[in-house]
């Protein structure tokens, strides 16, 4: 691909032009460069091979043609958002994106962090892996979710690895990886079915162990937190407890009796909340992922428009997306105009719409029920979470409850929206583990 120059910034800057080209390297000594990456699966591959990205201008320019040739359909018929993503709403996002919005940017931040690639189960899986300079830091796996990616994480890196410079001890540093899960992002998109929650929790044992790692930890939200409970419960070698923003902890006859909307007696006032914030997700937000775990392949306008690929992710749930809607009404919050096209436009550049959405096609298990962990494990609750857990329901889940905190503001991604929560929650919640 073209190497280019991040651009000084202004209307066009979405689509900077080439300034040089690179020499092909040898095999050996090439970085991955995004999904061109190829592997030879009867080859006993264990090695860690550096990784850059550079979206390529041609790329670029195609990507802002597609935005500004939008045909738009009409108004929604009410005044609110019951009929989806509303037509304002993504016309503010795609102004700004099409005009504005300059992904250099991010991506020189990312690749300013230590990433690679390497073959675990026949498939090249990308990683950041960025360590502490202090001795005793404790090594941190963290998985990310749909619609995200390791972007979602950067947030946390530097707070983790260097604590001393953001208000932290020498005590509370981690070694940070946080890998693509298979199908998002720069991992290699699975060419087999069976890329499962179950085999990447495996995967990412697998990983830890590849890197050196004797004594870890695991943290997730949304999917990263459903493999995340999956390793707890497989227990690789070396993992000593895990933390979860999206805790698995619904009792399954309450999860049940949430898609009918009527309670069970009994709960008590945090129960009910939890309950209904449930229940209104099954009736009215959980049609994208019914889509995605029935018929995934469908979905041919995730590759071939970047205004459909937004709107699709910005309809997740209702919290997220009213949040998303204020942010580009110039409301200040936990996120900004660029953290949310940061993670779309990555998504567009790797083609990896339809791919990541089969995680919902492979999974056959609850999202919210207990997956049966016994490690130590730290929950932190969110009150714009689908369901933000009650400590009744957490502390019957997980038995070894290291602690429970619930946070006064944040939602669903919460270590992309709150990040200061989710690294004050690993520093105490695991030093008990140190």
């Not at 043609?65 to 359909?73: G, N, V």
């Not at 089969?358 to 969110?382: A, D, I």
Request: hydrophobic share 35%; with cysteine; glycine share 8%.
């Amino acid at each position: 691909m073209a190497e280019t120059t991040p651009p000084a910034g202004g209307a066009d800057t979405i689509a900077p032009r080439p300034t040089t080209t690179q020499t092909p390297q040898t095999t050996a000594d090439r970085p991955i460069i995004g999904t061109s990456a190829t592997f030879d699966p009867t080859v006993d591959d264990r090695s860690i091979r550096p990784f850059k990205f550079q979206a390529s201008a041609d790329a670029l320019d195609d990507l802002k043609r597609r935005i500004l040739a939008t045909r738009w359909p009409e108004r929604e018929l009410v005044d609110d958002d019951t009929q989806g993503v509303q037509l304002a709403a993504i016309q503010k996002l795609v102004d700004y994106w099409g005009r504005q919005y300059d992904w250099r940017k991010v991506e020189v931040e990312l690749n300013s962090y230590p990433q690679f690639v390497t073959n675990i189960d026949g498939l090249d899986v990308h990683f950041i892996h960025v360590k502490s300079q202090h001795e005793n830091a404790l090594p941190l796996i963290v998985t990310h979710g749909w619609p995200g990616s390791v972007i979602e994480q950067m947030k946390i890196i530097k707070p983790l690895t260097d604590p001393t410079a953001f208000g932290g001890t020498e005590n509370d540093a981690f070694h940070v990886v946080i890998p693509s899960i298979p199908g998002f992002g720069f991992s290699e998109k699975p060419k087999e079915v069976g890329w499962n929650p179950e085999r990447i929790a495996k995967a990412w044992g697998e990983l830890m162990s590849r890197l050196g790692y004797d004594r870890y930890v695991a943290q997730g939200g949304d999917w990263g937190a459903i493999i995340t409970d999956l390793m707890g419960v497989q227990q690789p070698k070396g993992l000593i407890g895990i933390h979860t923003n999206m805790a698995c902890s619904i009792p399954p006859e309450i999860d049940a009796a949430a898609f009918t909307g009527v309670a069970p007696a009994g709960l008590n006032e945090e129960e009910q909340a939890a309950f209904d914030q449930l229940s209104f997700f099954y009736r009215t937000d959980l049609a994208y992922a019914q889509q995605m775990g029935t018929h995934p392949q469908t979905l041919y306008g995730l590759e071939d428009s970047p205004v459909q690929l937004a709107a699709w992710i910005l309809d997740h749930d209702i919290r997220s997306y009213r949040l998303i809607k204020r942010v580009f009404e110039g409301e200040a919050e936990g996120l900004s105009k660029d953290d949310i096209l940061d993670n779309i436009t990555l998504t567009w550049l790797t083609s990896t719409g339809i791919s990541s959405a089969r995680l919902y096609w492979e999974n056959k298990m609850p999202f919210f029920t207990p997956k049966g962990v016994k490690l130590p494990t730290v929950v932190s609750v969110f009150p714009d979470e689908i369901s933000p857990a009650p400590q009744s329901w957490v502390e019957k889940a997980y038995p070894n409850l290291l602690q429970y905190r619930r946070h006064p503001k944040g939602g669903h991604f919460a270590a992309w929206e709150q990040p200061q929560s989710i690294i004050d929650d690993l520093r105490s919640g695991f030093s008990s583990l140190r």
